[in-house]
Each structure stands twice: as structure tokens, then as C-alpha cells.
């Protein structure tokens, strides 16, 4: 297993940990908390770092089988999280906290994605 698999794993991992915070949240009908913004910026940290792995990848040689394909996953790998937060940056209502839950789902997503084709 390669260092950028494993960062793959980490980012899914910690993509499912925010979506269940997030969803609590919203069974329990509670104003989004400011440690779940937190969170979720931490999320987009560990998704830039795969995507700079990835790319140090992809120009170490390892070619993926669709260039367009693994550049578009990697461009909505560093951009779900920034725009769902910035959408709802003043909303603190308790469906905020299902937008962060979606962008985190997909988040999660897209990094299984990214180690699947690259």
C-alpha cells in the first residue's frame, strides 16, 4: 500500500466521521456548532493533502487511465467543502449542518474515487 492510498483512507475515514457528526446534528434539531465548521475545515485539509499526493503521483509517472476524469475528482475533491461552507456561512440553522453532512458524504466519496482511477 502506497502513502497516497493511505492518505485516501484517512480522508474517507474522517468524511464518514463529519457526515455522522453532522447528521446527529440534525436528528437532534440543533443549531450547527461552531466545532462542526472546525471539523469540517480540517476535512478540506486532509482532502488538499491527498490531492497534492496524487498529483506528486500522477508526475512521478504513475499515469491514470483518464487524465480528464482524475483531474475533474481532484478539482471537486478541494472545492465540495470550501463552497458548502461559504454557502452557509452566516445559516447556523440545523439544516446547515445537513449541507456540511452532504459535502462531507461526497467529500468521502470523491477521495475513493480519486484512488480508484489514478
Known sequence: MDAVTLIGFIVA????FVT???????????????????VAW???ILAVVLA???LAAWSGGRKPESLSTFLGYLGALVCL?????????EDRSTW???VV?????????????????R
Request: no cysteine.
Open 42 to 44: 480540517m476535512l478540506e
Open 20 to 38: 455522522i457528526a453532522a447528521v446527529l446534528g440534525v436528528a437532534l434539531r440543533a443549531p450547527r456548532p461552531k466545532w462542526l465548521d472546525q
Open 81 to 89: 467543502m470550501p463552497l458548502a461552507l461559504q454557502t452557509m456561512r
Open 101 to 117: 453532512a452532504a459535502a462531507a458524504l461526497a467529500t468521502g466519496v470523491v477521495a475513493v474515487r480519486v484512488m480508484m482511477v
Open 52 to 54: 497534492i499526493g496524487a
Open 96 to 98: 446547515s449542518s445537513g
Open 13 to 16: 475515514g474522517y468524511a464518514a
